[in-house]
């Protein structure tokens, strides 16, 4: 094959406006719905173009492939995305505004708040703490059939057992008449294997908990994309 031919074919189609109607991403949105698009095509859509000899769809595989996935994008402040080939001010803010909406939605209180049946049903319900860049503590309020009463953030900050105020952690669950609370907290590296501080802390709660007459149901560390139960370890309690 000839450079020119070499040329020729490693250019073929980079515009989507090159691609057959079925093909591009918008399109096929609008014909088949959003589940049946790949993350590259999603996140294509909302970057509108790509750059010289770059379609949008092109420069999409290079951002995920660049952070390593949804999750590394995530993660990646205004500076870092502003630094990759094609991607300028208003790019850059696209991508955040969406994926801040996609944080805020798994954040938000349903009107009906689900029972917690298990560990997992914990990390579903708080999937956004995945992608969160700082050590932040929750806390769920829970009813006497273990349905979600509110959630609060108690901390943003490594969880140990200098900073925590017990007085702070039962405040809510005492106004509320909350029967028990689930403790949640992420390790932004990702490995949420539980650390010494961390079995401590539940230690003490538990103790707090059984004078208070409100039971600490489990405390959960989110890692990504996994999350450990301590009460199923048997850590603390």
Do not use: C
Not at 135 to 146: A, F, G, Q, S
């Amino acid at each position: 094959m000839s450079p020119k031919e070499e040329k020729s074919v490693q250019h073929y189609h980079t515009r989507i406006q090159d691609l057959p109607d079925d093909e591009r991403p918008r399109e096929r949105l609008e014909h088949y719905g959003p589940t049946t698009l790949s993350s590259t095509e999603l996140l294509a859509i909302i970057l509108r173009v790509g750059t010289a000899g770059h379609s949008a769809i092109r420069l999409a595989e290079d951002l995920l492939s660049q952070f390593h996935g949804l999750s590394g994008l995530a993660k990646a402040d205004f500076g870092q995305l502003r630094a990759q080939n094609g991607i300028g001010p208003a790019k850059a803010a696209q991508i955040q505004a969406a994926l801040e909406l996609g944080r805020r939605l798994l954040s938000s209180t349903p009107v009906e708040q689900p029972a917690i049946h298990s560990p997992r049903d914990t990390a579903n319900l708080l999937t956004d703490m995945r992608f969160l860049e700082q050590e932040e503590v929750r806390l769920l309020l829970l009813d006497n059939r273990h349905r979600v009463i509110r959630q609060d953030t108690l901390y943003r900050g490594s969880l140990n057992q200098a900073s925590i105020r017990i007085a702070e952690v039962f405040r809510s669950a005492i106004r509320e008449n909350s029967k028990a609370i689930i403790l949640v907290h992420n390790h932004p590296s990702g490995n949420p294997t539980p650390s010494p501080d961390d079995v401590q802390v539940t230690r003490t709660i538990v103790a707090a908990g059984k004078l208070l007459d409100i039971e600490l149901l489990d405390h959960i560390v989110i890692g990504n994309p996994n999350f450990v139960s301590l009460k199923e370890r048997r850590l603390g309690f």
